[in-house]
């Protein structure tokens, strides 16, 4: 977030069971369970941001006991990190349906991050909160957060036209490390700009032009050299 903005910490959670989010893949019920959950989450972030996400109401409102809720998340932060992998799952299966149509994969890749952008900056209460919970975010929220770059990745090489199980490496098969690395790059920045954006710092222009910036990696790590 902006240097000059007061970020306040969240609370420490009240005393909660300790037992781990279920590591099993979940039933049925339980998907259902944290589905309600999630869609609790991202409603009241909706209404007022990362403060208006409190864990008694999420689980009043997705009707669940406080100690289910906090055996599937443990923290508030745990839980806002989720609600934003969550939240890119749907933003990639609406790209899915509709897939870019830039001529080049770097053009591919900035229409698409500037389509999520677009879609978070139609929620900017619910965009600041998931991100001030990865700037929260501790070691014992890394499975989650990984969730999130796996899910950006995973969106950005949907893409650059990579899909998945392709048995060769480089020009549509499997990316090659270089094209990771650029990803990684691209990745980072499109982060980036949407915290410089909700700290009123960058406008949407200028984010544009850093993502198309940006995304002219992929055709300097192209192995085929046809983006150059």
Known sequence: MSADAKVE???APAARPSSPPPSAPLTERQEARRRRILHASAQLASRGGFDAVQMREVAES???????LYRYFPSKV?????TMQDQLEHMH??????PPTGDTAAERVAETLMRAFRALQREPHLADAMVRALTFAD?????EVDQVSRQTTAIIL???????GAPESGAR???TPEQLSAVRVIEHTWHSALITWLSGRASI???????ETVCRLIDLTDPSGEGR
């Open 139 to 143: 070691r014992s929220v890394s499975p």
């Open 62 to 68: 997705s009707q669940v006991a406080l100690g289910t």
């Open 78 to 82: 745990h839980l806002l990190v989720a």
């Open 205 to 211: 222009a200028q984010v544009k032009i850093d993502i």
């Open 173 to 175: 098969g499997r990316p």
């Open 9 to 11: 910490a969240p609370e």
């Open 93 to 98: 299966g609406t790209l899915r349906k509709k």
């Open 158 to 164: 949907d893409s650059m036209g990579f899909g998945e």
